[in-house]
């Protein structure tokens, strides 16, 4: 939340950004929040979503002034419920490198993101939302909190 007073057109960095998957508020001492948004009740990351935290997060990485980000989702259900299974069954092979290099690169722009970046996980945290979280430099878990890989059961390489 903003300082009341605060004036938007004096550090433009600190102004509320809004996608359909992706908002970024910053308050006024630097701290950034991302949050998926409209991912559905467990938070399912298709490529859209991933898209959008990639642009997200590149265009955060430039800005001057964060001192960390706090990745979060727009529900207490879950950080991220994994990837979207049934968008992924009908990928073709080449789609399919796509969405899986897409997954893969946001998390590099995470571990190589200047602040650090810090996970929120209220809830799930499954597959590749498991491998967003780890690619955070910290991890802060509620006691509801849910972790699995739950592909690898039915022979889906991590």
């Known amino acids: ?13 600190l102004c509320p950004r809004q996608t359909p998957h992706a908002q970024t ?42 001192r960390a980000l706090v990745l979060r989702a727009d529900t207490d259900k879950a950080f991220v419920g994994g990837a979207d299974i049934k968008e992924m069954a009908t990928l073709n092979e080449a789609r399919g490198v796509q969405f899986i290099s897409g997954l893969r690169d946001l998390c590099e722009a995470v571990r190589q993101f200047p602040q650090p970046v810090i996970a ?12 967003f979280a780890a690619s955070c430099d910290f991890r802060i878990a509620s006691s509801a909190a849910r972790f699995a890989m739950p592909e690898v059961k039915v022979g889906i390489p991590s």
């Open 1 to 13: 939340m903003l300082e009341a007073g605060f004036d938007c057109r004096q550090k433009l960095s």
């Open 25 to 66: 508020e910053t308050d006024p001492r630097g701290i950034t929040v991302p949050t998926i948004r409209n991912a559905g009740p467990l938070v399912i990351l298709n490529s859209q979503i991933i898209a959008a935290l990639r642009e997200a997060i590149d265009t955060l990485a430039q800005q001057n002034g964060l």
């Open 120 to 131: 929120r996980i209220p809830g799930w945290c499954l597959g590749g939302g498991l491998e």
